[in-house]
């Protein structure tokens, strides 16, 4: 009897001091003067370094297969439609999902959110693994699309997590740490569907299926919840996100208001259309790649990415650059089109340092013209604006690829052109 009082009190203990470990009190950072290009990552948050060291690993287990997206549902379906459809599905199910990821993020906390979706995205990645015909390749993307249900708390807890002109260097940080694993992955993708085929990317989208759960562990265990001020929601609140989604965009500032219209109409629309079907039209169509060159390609790329490290601390002016990266992007599509192994290297380099330095300066306006209660609700809507795009990206350009190859990437240099034509009208007051 006194040994089973005594193991009662020791599980007791154990679940109290989980519980006082798991919801300890939040810290907020403090301003420490000049965020240095190389050496800021040590002084970032704790938070801030745990969402970056498990992006880091949910980026390398992805650019496993998630390079060979179209191809994996390509070679399982013989239809760029259907690869262009699930994409669109996705993308339609995040939007949707978004919008109640902002009211949450910003009622019950970010710390739950970004746990919970990140289980529920590897378990999406163990399904498209398993699955075999175009239903199931859907379903599977209704799931991934609802686990990005996260992206607004995720968004709001780095920007809770730093001070002022440290938020566009940490967003920096994000894209270079999230990506750069990008540079060992994709060929080793690219080398087991060369030599398995389709079987090789299921193998790829299992082992990141287990990453991500694992990913989803250590956050549960090592975040801290930012928001002070944390509510229980019901359903009604969450009918009322979807009846208040026009009400709450009105609210936000102007320039967030615009950016979220220019990403979504424009924008993601091209790099969305240009990026799904990249590998359809240098393998399948061109013949240009083998799957490993493409997976090397893709790796070698992404070796540019610390580079928009001291190139963001150098921008004095970064919302006067912002239409130039928008016209450096407009340039890469066209690149694919001298069919030149190097030209496409050439291309996906600029596409990736560009789309990093237009991320952190993007995220540096919402930080600064939102307020902190609103920042999850406005993370909403920034993705729901890439998603929009990419819905309307991916079935455009399965349409355009599906009647003529090259006018997928035309199409996509040209509405980034018009991007850079009108996106100086955003940053006006």
Known sequence: MASRLASTTRSQALKTTLHTYLHRPFKPPKPTGAF?????????????????????????????????????????????????????????????????????????????????GTALLGVAQLIYAASSTAWELIAA????????????????????????????KAFTWAVVVSHLPYAATPTLGGLLRDLYGAYGLRLCLAASGLTTLAASMVRLAALTETLAVRAKVGLKPLIQAYVWVVKDFKSLHRSVKRLVALRATLLLTAINMFELFAVLYVTRYTGLLTYTEWGLIQALASLIFPAAIPISSRLTKPFKAYPLLIALEATTPLLFMLNLKLSVLLSIALLNLAGALTYSIERSLVAQRVEPTMRGRAEAYMNISFYGGAALGSMLGGLLYTLHPPSTLIAASALLALGAITSPYIFKE
């Open 36 to 116: 240095k290009a190389w050496g800021g990552m040590a002084r970032l948050h704790l938070n801030v370094k745990v969402l970056l060291a498990t992006s880091a690993a949910l980026s390398a287990s992805m650019g496993l297969a998630y390079p060979f997206f179209s191809e994996y549902i390509y070679a399982l379906t013989g239809s760029a439609y259907v690869a262009g459809l699930a994409a669109s599905v996705r993308s339609v199910t995040c939007v949707a999902a978004f919008i109640a990821g902002g009211r949450l993020a910003d009622a019950v906390g970010r710390k739950k959110l970004i746990w919970m």
């Open 141 to 168: 993307a209704v799931f991934e699309g609802l686990s990005y249900f996260y992206f607004p708390a995720f968004n709001a807890m780095i920007m809770d997590s730093t001070v002022g002109e440290d938020t566009v």
